[in-house]
């Protein structure tokens, strides 16, 4: 079956500008999670949704961050103002449930450069 | 607080050798476990997880995993390493209690070697 999608794949911005970055979870997966991965780096966690709704927003970095998700399906990630230091790629994944105990399943991310 | 440590940055093993990526860990309660592999410019695949029962737990592409809840680890092996094996490994935690956020390891990358 289908993964989840991610777009764009790469997105080439300057400084100053707003991005829009798009998840397509895994149809029936009620969990969705934005994760940043800048190079050569681990995973920094930045908003959990669980449906609708979004319990724990407390990894996004500024107030320059937002995302929201609609219809239990697709998620946007807002940043405006894009900094250099936003450069990152941008991964998101699905899960069946709230549960702890399910893996997460991963899109390829999108590859933000801020110029 | 929960947290994962992933001692090595890298790891390099001869192809056709036994290979073993380490993982330890901290929660306050009782953990779930993952273990993920990333190919370069590829989101996280799944390839096995730890919740209960045998310490042993067996994934995909021939992995393993073995929890050690005395040592808080959960080293990620494999008998026979394949020069396609290499990539970016990940070990993450999840507290079982109430909902937590999944903490992910600094990743090890492995390089088979021909």
């Known amino acids: 079956g289908a993964g989840v999608s991610q777009s764009p794949s790469n997105k080439v911005t300057e400084k100053g500008k707003d991005v829009e970055l798009r998840c397509d979870p895994i149809?029936?997966?009620?969990?969705l999670y934005w994760y940043r991965q800048r190079l050569g780096q681990g995973l920094e966690f930045l908003i959990y949704?669980?449906?609708?709704?979004?319990?724990?927003k407390s990894g996004l970095p500024s107030d320059r961050f937002s995302a929201e998700r609609t219809g239990e399906s697709v998620s946007t990630l807002t940043i405006q103002r894009t900094q250099q230091e936003d450069s990152a790629v941008y991964l998101c994944a699905s899960s069946l449930g709230a549960g702890n105990n399910q893996p997460q399943h991963f899109g390829d991310g999108t590859r933000l450069s801020i110029l | 607080a929960q947290s994962v440590a992933q001692p090595e940055d890298q790891v390099n093993v001869a192809e056709g050798n036994p290979l073993t990526v380490k993982c330890t860990y901290s929660v306050s309660g009782n953990p779930y476990l993952f273990w993920y592999v990333q190919y370069p410019n590829r989101g996280l695949q799944f390839l096995l997880k730890?919740?209960?029962?045998?310490?042993l737990v067996k994934g995909s592409y021939g992995f393993e995993a073995e929890f050690n809840k005395s040592q808080t680890s959960f080293h990620l092996k494999k008998p026979s390493a394949l020069v396609s094996d290499s990539a970016l490994y990940f070990c993450a935690v999840r507290d079982t209690g109430g909902y937590q956020k999944v903490t992910f390891g600094t990743g090890t990358k492995l390089q088979v070697i021909p």
């Open positions: 149809s029936g997966h009620t969990a």
């Open positions: 730890y919740i209960t029962g045998d310490n």
């Open positions: 949704f669980q449906g609708n709704s979004a319990p724990d």
